[in-house]
Every structure is written in C-alpha cells, then in structure tokens.
C-alpha cells in the first residue's frame, strides 16, 4: 500500500506540473490552486489508447474524463499541503523518473532506426555473420548406435541384435511414445549420445556426411517427421534413426535483412554513446568509494538463498534499481524465422 501510494504521489506530482513549463490552452477548469487547460486535457487524453481515446467523444464522455482529472489535481494539492511532495520516498521515486526522462531524451531512438549506418558497415556485418542468413536444411535425428566395425566378428552379431531392436522397436512405438528413448538406454553403445538420448543434434547433409559416413547422412535425409530408418551400416558402427526435427533452408540476401542490421548496428552504436557518457559524467563527479563503510553494511538474508536471477536478488525482496541502459531500437524479427 506505502508502496502504491508513493507511486501515486509522484505521478500526481508530474500530472500538476506547478513547477514545470506555464500551462497554455484555454481553461476547462479551474480552482483554488488548480488549473486545467484544454491544450492540458488534449495532452493527456492522447496518452491513451485509440481504443479508449475513441469512448471520449460526446461531452458526457468528456466530462468523465476530466473529472478524473481535476481528482488528480485536487489529490496533488492536498499532498502537497501535507508536505508529501518532500518525503524522501516520493522524492527518491521522483529522482528515478527523472533518470529515465534523462536516458530517454538523450539517447531515445528515432523514428527511422538505423537510417544512418553507413551501406560499407551493413555489408560487414551481413558477411561477418553470413551464417545467421544463409544455410542449407538441417535436421535432427535420434540414434540407437551399435559399436561394430566392418570384418569384424562381432559384425554380423550386431547387425542381427540391431535388426531385432528395430523390430522391438516399431511394435513397442504404437502403445508407448517413449520406446525409442528407453531403446536408446537400453541397447545404445555410443556414450556421448546415449547420455543425450540419443540426440545426434541439427546438422546438414555434409554435416552427417562428414561426421559419421555418407550412408548416414543420406538415411537421415530420407527420413519424413517421425519415421525410424532401417539399420543404417557405417564404418563407424550400426545405427537406428529416429526422424525428430528440421530447420529449413534459410537463403536471406542483404537486402532483406537491412532494416534488421541497421536497426542491431544503431543500437550497438548507442549503447556504446551511452556508456561513454556515463562514464564522463561519473569522472566528471569525482566519485569516491569507501570500500570499509561499503563491508560494514549489512544485508539482511532471506529465508532461503537462491540464484539471483533476471535482475531478481539473490535473497528476495525487490529487485535493485539499476541506471537505465540506451533505449533500445525497436525488436526486429529473428534471422532464422
């Protein structure tokens, strides 16, 4: 609750705007120490929505809204009669809104991110990273592996033990979904993938090629979602695959993915403005550390410790305030979608 009102203050305090720019507009209400302009009640009426904007049209309408805000108005007032607007928690708040103001003046995005990045920078980072735009198809496959080289005795037994797997197998796949995954515990003889479940990860046809043998990579190939190859033979041993993923060819020029590196490269380049700047200005301050009155405080654990955790602390409570970083461009869609 001390929370939610400390918030409210300070939003009440910027909605009055006493110690900001002189109000202009002609009046649509007006008090002991409360003023709201038309110009005021436009400014905040364009905060919203289209979707709510579109209920305030009649005068009725209007004046509901206006209503909401001569409240704000008058709940400001009477705060700020309370000397509210000098308690060190809403000044504290006040101070963080005012260091986002800041961040977002200096460095906020343009309306057309990226439009200066040179062509010579786009074409760099386009064939520096070629690979996040241009690849052939990839796919994924499972694999019950028996060790066995070729002439070897053991060969044949293998071969005829795999044959029997393989059997087990697709008879035991049409009550049980995870019979090729307790197959791959069971018989696998390959300890890297076994400890994957089997999993031979995405790769490309001379990926597999190059990794296991060409019959392989052109088993894995032939293979359609779901489907358990027969038992592939390879100088490396005998294999059963299973089919369980694809990640299709991906053939994006530079000019389809300007706006995207444009966009990435202007962040970069702002992130990079901004920690200068910081750094100036902490310089700049002259900043001190006392590293003994630092150790001296002390900070009370939570009831249990746990790995802090997307800005989250380690021991609970609410999160740190951290200095805001350089608005960010806006999100572009991934390369590989």
């Not at 001390?2 to 705007?17: E, K, M, N, T, Y």
């Not at 990839?138 to 795999?162: S, Y």
């Not at 444009?262 to 910081?278: C, I, Q, V």
């Amino acid at each position: 609750m001390r929370r939610f009102l400390v918030l409210g203050l300070c939003a009440l305090a910027i909605a009055c705007g006493q110690q900001g720019p002189k109000k202009t507009g002609a009046p649509v209400a007006r008090g002991n120490g409360i003023l709201i302009t038309t110009d005021e009640f436009k400014a905040r009426l364009d905060e919203q929505s289209p979707f709510i904007r579109a209920r305030y049209t009649t005068i009725e309408r209007k004046k509901e809204f206006l209503d909401n805000l001569i409240r704000q108005e008058v709940l400001a007032a009477e705060a700020e009669r309370q000397g509210l607007d000098k308690d060190p928690e809403v000044r504290n708040t006040l101070r963080k809104i005012m260091v986002q103001k800041l961040v977002q003046k200096r460095f906020a995005p343009d309306g057309n991110p990226g439009a200066d990045v040179p062509e010579a920078e786009l074409t760099k980072y386009y064939e520096d990273h070629k690979a996040e735009y241009v690849r052939p198809r990839r796919v994924r496959v499972h694999a019950i592996v028996f060790n066995a080289a070729p002439g070897t005795p053991d060969r044949a037994k293998k071969l005829a033990l795999a044959k029997k797997v393989l059997q087990k197998v697709k008879a035991d796949e049409k009550k049980n979904p995870m019979a090729f995954a307790q197959a791959v515990q069971e018989s696998s003889e390959d300890a890297a993938s076994k400890q994957l479940a089997g999993d031979l990860q995405f790769r490309s046809q001379e990926e597999f090629e190059k990794t296991y043998s060409k019959a392989l990579a052109d088993a894995a190939f032939a293979l359609k979602p779901g489907e358990l190859s027969n038992v592939v033979e390879t100088p490396n041993g005998l294999f059963i695959l299973k089919f369980t993923g694809e990640q299709p060819e991906l053939n994006r020029t530079l000019d389809q993915v300007k706006p995207q590196i444009a966009a990435k490269l202007s962040r970069d380049k702002k992130t990079k403005e901004f920690d200068e700047w910081l750094k100036q200005l902490r310089e700049s301050a002259k900043v001190t550390v006392d590293d003994k009155a630092l150790e001296s405080v002390e900070v009370a654990a939570g009831p249990q410790a746990m790995p802090a955790m997307g800005g989250m602390p380690p021991h609970g409570g609410a999160p740190v305030q951290m200095v805001p970083q350089a608005p960010a461009a806006p999100a572009q869609p991934s390369p590989n979608k």
